[in-house]
């Protein structure tokens, strides 16, 4: 059975860094492009960005390319999305997925909230 | 970026009933286009991909059409366990985005 487990998330002030995680079990981990989506609090979907089954690649929406970054590690089956100078519009249920390129297992999420 | 405009954003329906939901991509994306259902307090689930594949394990009640930059989701005989946002969502092009989704709750 597929799986995605995200963690990391939490209350986060403006400005600060959060690195979320998502532990892959299943299915190998290292053969799948997988991707960030998050979802806002009015339910708006957002497609973050995608990394190569080899890490070697990545590919951002272009309004988080400068602050987002993805990265995996495929001996730990761990996809990771490290979020810098964090604003209150990134207050959102970010989830982990595997990308076949449409988004074919989801994780259950995990909550971002941005306040002071 | 290409846009996705979907509608209606919110759908009652009686049991029973056929429902149907439009996605209209702002640019021709070749059929490259998945449904999700998303239940309350749930993660999306895909329902169907590159238009009209049926997803593993999806009930047979649920279909996909379109083609070009016109794209449907049509539910038939509506059950309770339905209710749910549906969203479209396009994989032809990088940012890969989505509709704004349809509510969709029994009368």
């Known amino acids: 059975e597929v799986q995605l487990v995200e963690s990391g998330g939490g209350l986060v002030q403006p400005g600060a860094s959060l690195k979320l995680s998502c532990v892959a079990s299943?299915?190998?981990?290292?053969?799948?492009?997988m991707s960030w989506v998050r979802q806002t609090p009015g339910k708006t979907m957002e497609w973050i960005g995608d990394?190569?089954?080899?890490?070697?690649?990545?590919n951002y929406a272009p309004s988080l390319k400068n602050r987002f970054t993805i990265s995996r590690d495929n001996a730990k089956s761990t996809l990771y999305l490290q979020m810098s100078n964090v604003r209150s519009e990134d207050t959102a249920t970010y989830y982990c997925?595997?990308?076949?390129?449409?988004?074919?297992?989801w994780g259950q999420g995990v909550m971002v909230t941005v306040s002071s | 970026d290409i846009q996705m405009t979907q509608s209606p954003a919110s759908l009652s329906a009686s049991l029973g009933e056929t429902v149907t939901i439009e996605c209209l991509a702002s640019?021709?994306?070749?059929?490259?286009l998945a449904w999700y259902q998303q239940k309350p307090g749930k993660s999306p689930q895909l329902l169907i991909y590159y238009a009209n594949s049926l997803n593993d394990g999806v009930p047979s009640r649920f279909s996909g059409s379109g083609s070009g930059t016109q794209y449907s989701l049509k539910i038939n005989s509506l059950q309770s366990e339905d209710v749910s946002i549906y969203f479209c969502?396009?994989?032809?092009?990088?940012?890969?985005?989505f509709g704004s989704g349809t509510k969709l709750e029994i009368k």
């Open positions: 640019e021709d994306i070749y059929s490259n």
């Open positions: 997925t595997r990308r076949q390129p449409y988004f074919d297992y």
């Open positions: 990394i190569k089954y080899d890490g070697s690649y990545t």
């Open positions: 299943g299915f190998t981990f290292s053969d799948y492009w």
């Open positions: 969502q396009q994989n032809y092009d990088s940012p890969f985005t």
